[in-house]
């Protein structure tokens, strides 16, 4: 199984500032690899997928870059409704496995 | 507008068996491939299982941890995906979360069920 390690567990931050999380994988999952944004008490909402391709409806605020083991999602600006956890998923290999998270909030 | 509703969820003892379902709308159910994802209390995200649609078998990926207790199936003709869930273990408490997989991915995702395993 790969197994996804996303840091730092915690981003504080301000607004208007950048925020960069990193999402590193065991093994190469070459450019599978998902972003998703959750708050609290709602679904998770996917960001980007194969590693760099905003979603339907993104903000480019938003972007996903790296490949093989090393991914990062960066969010230029940040706005007050950006503060949220974030999770990272591979699709390369099953079973499909999930990085314990990144929250990102207020400073 | 693309729409997933999950229903079924409560409280269920250990051993005992409870069917999820997952009602679409807004889109033709039989083009996509379906995912299932849990939540624990307070947890991160964990894959159940995915569903390809007809044009691709149809065929079923578990994760280890549900494969042999859990099934997925699902019904074109009403566009409804199921999660049938038996022998349940206080660890399968969680949100059960249905999705249409973007690939592999959880492409649109419906608010979720909440299932909790206790006696």
């Known amino acids: 199984e790969i197994v996804l390690t996303q840091s730092p567990a915690t981003l504080s931050l301000s607004p208007g500032e950048r925020a960069t999380l990193s999402c590193r994988a065991s093994q190469s999952v070459s450019s599978y690899l998902a972003w998703y944004q959750q708050k609290p008490g709602q679904a998770p909402r996917l960001l980007i997928y194969?590693?760099?391709n905003r979603a339907t409806g993104i903000p480019a605020r938003f972007s996903g870059s790296g490949s093989e083991t090393d991914f990062t999602l960066t969010i230029s600006s940040l706005e007050p409704e950006d503060f949220a956890v974030y999770y990272c998923?591979?699709?390369?290999?099953?079973?499909?496995?999930f990085g314990g998270g990144t929250k990102v909030e207020i400073k | 507008e693309v729409q997933l509703v999950e229903s079924g969820g409560g409280l269920v003892q250990p051993g005992r068996s409870l069917r999820l379902s997952c009602t679409a709308s807004?889109?033709?159910?039989?083009?996509?491939?379906m995912s299932w994802f849990r939540q624990a209390p307070g947890k991160g995200l964990e894959w159940v299982g995915f569903i390809r649609n007809k044009a691709y078998g149809g065929t079923i990926e578990y994760a280890a941890s549900v494969k042999g207790r859990f099934t997925i199936s699902r019904d074109d003709s009403k566009s409804i995906a199921y999660l049938q869930m038996n022998s349940l273990k206080t660890e399968d408490t969680a949100v059960y979360y249905c999705?249409?997989?973007?690939?592999?991915?959880?492409?649109?995702w419906g608010k979720g069920t909440t299932v909790t395993v206790s006696s």
């Open positions: 194969d590693a760099s």
């Open positions: 807004g889109f033709t159910f039989g083009d996509y491939a």
């Open positions: 998923q591979q699709r390369n290999n099953w079973p499909l496995t």
């Open positions: 999705t249409r997989a973007l690939a592999g991915y959880g492409g649109v």
